[in-house]
């Protein structure tokens, strides 16, 4: 055998115990690792402009005005937007404040406004589902403060909203995504923590005229005091009013015929 074929041999040899080797080392490298998902953030809540929603939404001119002379609208949107809890606002229509006349709101200082405007919310998100356990907490803190709570009543998806001197319900859903619920009320919220506890009674009706009878219309008298005609005939005995006895005219001047005799 040649040097050169020796020399084949010894690389074909060579050749074969490295082959397996590359192999097993190319199977036992592990594999590339999977990256791990990134979840998505989650979507941040939509901007709801409360003044805005206030102008279009209903009739609710008269409580959006009150809500921007006391800058408590920048209090509601601060809370509607940058807090987890929401807010729940109970706008009172335009007729519910043409038709408080007493007490009014004229003579409140621009505190007390304040406060009965931040009476008007709870600092927390509440679907109308919600206020059937909400009344089971009644009463319940509003925005204005510890002092100033409402009473809750839940009958049949019909909510009923007390504060003292005021008894109204939500007529209707203006608004009702999380974080911002707006529903609308037929009456103003009055805080007994500024009119007091004592609630004036309600005004009595206006008595009904007595109804005089008909002029041609006959009175009524008791039966004892008109003599029975059915069924009768006057007494022979009878005098008649005003007039003389017969009996005795025919008495007197038989006498007087029976003296002229004689």
């Not at 004892?224 to 007494?235: F, Y």
């Amino acid at each position: 055998m040649g040097k050169g074929t020796a020399f084949c041999l010894i690389a074909a040899s060579v050749l074969l115990l490295l082959l397996p080797q590359n192999a097993l080392a190319q199977t036992a490298t592990p594999p590339a690792p999977t990256p791990t998902p990134v979840p998505a953030p989650a979507p941040a809540p939509v901007y709801v402009n409360l003044t805005d929603l206030l102008s279009v939404a209903g009739p609710f001119h008269t409580f959006l005005g009150y809500l921007q002379s006391t800058n408590v609208i920048a209090t509601f949107q601060n809370q509607a937007n940058n807090s987890r809890d929401g807010i729940t606002i109970f706008a009172p229509s335009d007729d519910a404040f043409s038709s408080l006349t007493s007490p009014s709101l004229s003579n409140l200082t621009q505190d007390q406004l304040r406060s009965v405007c931040l009476f008007h919310a709870l600092p927390k998100y509440y679907s109308l589902a919600d206020f059937k356990s909400l009344s089971q907490s009644s009463p319940v803190p509003t925005y204005a403060g510890d002092q100033y709570k409402l009473n809750f009543t839940y009958t049949f998806g019909l909510v009923r909203i007390s504060s003292g001197w005021t008894n109204t319900k939500i007529t209707s859903s203006v608004h009702a995504t999380d974080p911002i619920a707006i529903y609308e009320l037929d009456k103003v919220l009055l805080p007994e923590a500024i009119y007091g506890t004592d609630i004036p009674p309600a005004a009595a009706p206006s008595p009904t005229p007595n109804t005089a009878p008909a002029a041609d219309a006959p009175a009524t008298k008791s039966n004892s005091t008109i003599p029975s005609t059915t069924g009768s005939k006057p007494s022979a005995a009878a005098t008649p009013t005003g007039g003389p006895n017969p009996r005795i005219s025919m008495a007197l001047i038989a006498a007087v015929l029976c003296t002229f005799i004689t």
